[in-house]
């Protein structure tokens, strides 16, 4: 039982690195780093399931706080990207060169 | 109970502080100015509550309501002290770097103090979730703090590409947890140090892949080897102060739970120690690379910081579990940041307006008009190069004596060869204040005087962090 979970959320995880390595639409990226967040707090779930304790649902909780003030904090750097380029390509934003 | 909460009380300072902050920068009558003098006060007042607690022990901080959540010791006393350091020295360097740059609000000196407090719990944290918490208290606020200039096209790119990366470096720790949880039952560094001991680190596949996630976020947020690339792009978008606070401050806390969380078990850490021996190797030699070839000197700075990471890395990887004080670490990174966050102050007052002097030929001739700081920036640039007898060669001298001491000879070799390649860059920047013909005058008046004065403070301190080992 616990073993499809598991899977389950790996696939997410790994669902979410390839949309942020492929993508090139910031919300996109944004939305794929949220469905890698959800994996991690799936596996909490579950494995808090496996030890029979409580812990796992408690840092589940804590992610989800974490996660929703990082979106209010990406969803303001998309529109302060759109008032700049009115795109939301990443291509567009090439001016530094690492 | 009481020793509890004094070893507690500069992060409570701190994050009330930032609170009160936030709050009083709604009144139109607060500027931006009393601002930056109550941040700096806050942080002086959590400095020297933190300098009186370092007298009493290690402790575990309220263990009953905390349930051993954070932990004070010697080395996150050390840490928090620099910490706040470097929350003070860089409030009074934006006073004055924001007298010529206009896109200042009070609220910018809170999320400073906010970061600050994110940094001080990252470095008591003995908990994952604790980190990753911490962790994302800082790193929201120093978010914010790069984009500061909405109108720079530039900073909104720094921003976006240090949210976007960042933001993916955070959910690979959570993963890291998650799978750490479920091998071990607990995310506390004690039960999972217990439960390593009693069932061996190589036996469990899960806590081997946790802890494979957990060092990759750590050694992103250090700017080390393969995740270094987005450093050089967010310190050159940033504006200087906040350049300087993120190389010293931020760099600070990670290596504090980067520590804290290797040295929990002998097996885990001997587990990562060879690939950390690469990592370190690379970051080093890459870093210097990308310092070489900087006509930017924000970037050059950026790319040191890389190679600093590296000398680090070497610490970290002489560290033993046994009796772990993170002496040589907490020196180093004391000693990096009085020097890197003297010339981040000097910049803030010598880049002029709109940071227009920002190349290596800009400060061309600076020793002619303005002899003391030329004098001030090459003491700091010799002290990262590491010559004595500055802070900066104390430093990597006990990193390079404990890497030997730790069997790690030809780490210690190869670090001291990075240390003589690095000398190109930072001495190229002293030829060019002392030896080349002025282009300018660098006639402007400084706006302020608070930043220069910080910068001459910062020289007494990297000469007194070298002298310290020879007094006590």
Redesign the interface.
Known sequence: MIHSY?YL?IIL?CL?IVG?ISRRN?FT??MS?EL??N???L??V??AR??E?M??HV?AM??MA?AA??AA??LA?VI??HK??SKLD?NV?S???? | MTNDLMLLMPLIIVGAGAILLMLSSAYQKLTHEMAAYGSALVFAVAFLVQLSACITGNAVLFSGAFNGLLVASSFSKAAGLIILACGFFTAMSSHTYFKQNDFCSPEYYSLMVFAASGMLLLTMAQEL?TV??AL?IMS?AI??LV?YD?KN??S??????Y??LG??A???L??G???V??AT???KFVKIAQYVAAHGFMQTPALIGGSFFILVAFLFKAAAFPFH?????VY??ASVPVTGYMATGLKTAIFAVFANFLVLDASLQSGWITYLFYIAVFTMFVGNLIAIGQQSLKRMLAASGIVHTGYLLIALVAVSTKDFTGSVIAYYLAAYAASTLGIFCALSYLGGAGEKRSTFDDFKGLAKSRPYSAAAVSVFLLSMAGIPPTAGFMGKFYIITSAIEAGQVTLAVLGIVSSIISMWYYLRLIINMYFCEAEEQFGEAVPSNLAPICTFVLVVCVFAISLYPVVI
């Open positions: 598991l959320s995880f979410g942020v910031v990226v944004f780093i890698m967040l994996a991690a707090n596996a909490f579950a494995f496996v030890h304790s812990d796992g840092l804590m992610v974490v003030a990082e904090l990406a750097v302060l990207l700049h380029k990443t934003f001016l530094l060169k690492g | 979730i990753f918490i994302e929201l978010y914010i984009g909405r096209v530039i909104t790119e720094a921003v976006l590409k949210l976007m933001a993916f955070g959910a690979f959570t993963m947890a998650a799978f949880y479920g039952g607990s995310t690339a987005w450093v050089v792009d050159d978008g």
